[in-house]
């Protein structure tokens, strides 16, 4: 299957400063990438489309100030966690699928911990 | 907006026993899929589900999509300890919505 690398896996960042996370496609073109958090043992909560060459969707109650994302290439999308704050302490993960509507491949996850 | 609930939320079964988590939507569905995510993981997809009343098996695991397309159920038979995980399914169009996911735990 088609493989989508995510980095860093963790992270640990003192509050008030920002941490960017980056999502590739390897072996594939994204124009679309999606963004999720996820708390301990809860859902993935989709945060926003990320879009390539334009500005990316985000879901309602996700403040777009507070996590850039920035699609530049068809394989790359970053997701920017600005000014973190503890609260801001989650597993984020990306996806991409190489067919609309079709299978969604995940990346590995990153772990962020803000102290 | 959309919402997706799954039931149960937590299933502890003996190994050997079936296992069986539904999905359920507050709008039909033009399809759902269903994906694995082990502890510390993240989500695998397992499969996909189209038309109406569609059932779908892969070895021990079972699919089916409802007739309404409102609702979907994963069933697996004879669970074994590398069953253990979230189960999750998602709905949408080219957006996808998780559930509330199902987390199985296999006691051997």
Known sequence: GAVVSQHPSRVICKSGTSVKIECRSLDFQATTMFWYRQFPKKSLMLMATSNEGSKATYEQGVEKDKFLINHASLTLSTLTVTSAHPEDSSFYICSASPNFNGEAFFGQGTRLTVV | ?108
């Open chain 2, 1 to 108: 907006g959309q919402q997706v609930m799954q039931i149960p939320q937590y299933q502890h079964v003996q190994e050997g026993e079936d296992f069986t988590t539904y999905c359920n939507s507050s709008t039909t569905l033009s399809n759902i899929q269903w994906y694995k995510q082990r502890p510390g993981g993240h989500p695998v997809f397992l499969i996909q589900l189209v038309k109406s009343g569609e059932v779908k098996k892969q070895k021990r695991l079972t699919f089916q999509f409802g007739e309404a397309k409102k609702n979907s159920s994963l069933h697996i038979t004879a669970t074994q300890t590398t069953d253990v995980g979230t189960y999750f399914c998602a709905a949408g169009t080219y957006k996808y919505i998780f559930g509330t996911g199902t987390r199985l735990k296999v006691l051997a």
